[in-house]
């Protein structure tokens, strides 16, 4: 049994300290997907309280079946997408900051890194919510296709194809965009 399993236990059984490190060990991450799905540091920092809220309510459903982080993760997904279609947050959202890529790994980030992060920001939030999730879930958290898949609820394929055209609109993106003339 695996450490993440071992504390929902003790947390279904009531225990405070292993939820607080539950939340300590994946907070920075759901943050981080929050931010880069909304844009606006405060708004993140909101919905990243209300994602952990409906986690521990919904702890007691978690079925072992999948990694606790995708579940987690999939609950992110949901509920940001709930915020986008809430009729008070028709509006585009500002963005305040940027994260830079980190894995070495990732085919298309020396491709990115060359262009302004400001840039990419705005970017990335005019694609639609499909392919900015997956979009988000490959180049930062580094997850394959087949997690994207199960968090985002389509096929691989679907997956992949929905990178594949996410990456298309913003190279298009970029070459439309005066700042790289």
Known sequence: MNTDEILIKKIISGDE??????????????YGFVYRKIGNYHM?????????IKMIKSIKKYKHKNNFINWLLKIA????NDFYRS????EHVPIDNFYSLESDSNPHKEWLQKI?????????LTLPDYQRDVIILRFYNQLKFKEIADITKCSESTAKSRYRQGLARLKLLIKEDKHFE
């Open 87 to 90: 009729n008070k947050n028709k």
């Open 44 to 52: 993140s920092y909101d919905i990243t309280q209300e994602i952990f």
């Open 77 to 80: 997904v949901n509920h940001c």
């Open 17 to 30: 300290e292993a939820l607080n490190l539950l939340v300590k060990k994946y907070y920075e991450l759901v």
């Open 116 to 124: 302004d992060g400001e840039v990419i920001r705005k970017l990335v």
